[in-house]
């Protein structure tokens, strides 16, 4: 398979990550893993900030990609066939019909920001 075919399917997993997530036949250590690739996928601070030139994006090319590969290889595969099909149903381009999704990660990042504010001042 060739690198951006790669590319393109990987991105298609994030929603079937979400999927597997939310299936009682997930194994837990599959669902851990899960959160946090959903987590970082959605999270608006990344482990290398984008301004830093090169570096800045290999968490996207690297970590993320990475992330997502390893929790797909935890699931069992009929459970991420199942995923693939309802991913296509439910997500558009990439991401959800229904933005609120996100809004679980949002209200983390803010408190973890809350309290980083209020441990300086």
């Known amino acids: 398979m060739k690198l951006k075919e790669r ?9 079937v990550v979400f999927l597997a997530l939310k299936k ?4 837990w250590y599959a669902k851990a893993l899960a959160v946090l690739t ?12 984008d301004f830093i030139p090169v570096f800045g994006y290999l968490d996207d090319l690297i970590i993320l990609p990475l992330m997502i590969a390893a929790t797909i290889k935890l699931v069992p595969n009929d459970i991420i066939e199942q ?11 990439g991401r959800p019909k229904k933005w609120y999704y996100a809004i679980p990660i949002m209200i ?10 209020r441990a300086f001042l």
């Open 7 to 15: 590319a393109k399917q990987l991105k298609k997993d994030i929603p």
């Open 24 to 27: 009682k036949e997930t194994p």
């Open 38 to 49: 959903i987590g970082y996928a959605l999270s608006p601070i990344d482990l290398i900030p």
């Open 83 to 93: 995923c693939r099909i309802e991913s296509e149903q439910i997500w558009k381009d």
């Open 108 to 117: 983390i990042w803010l408190i973890i920001i809350a309290l980083i504010i």
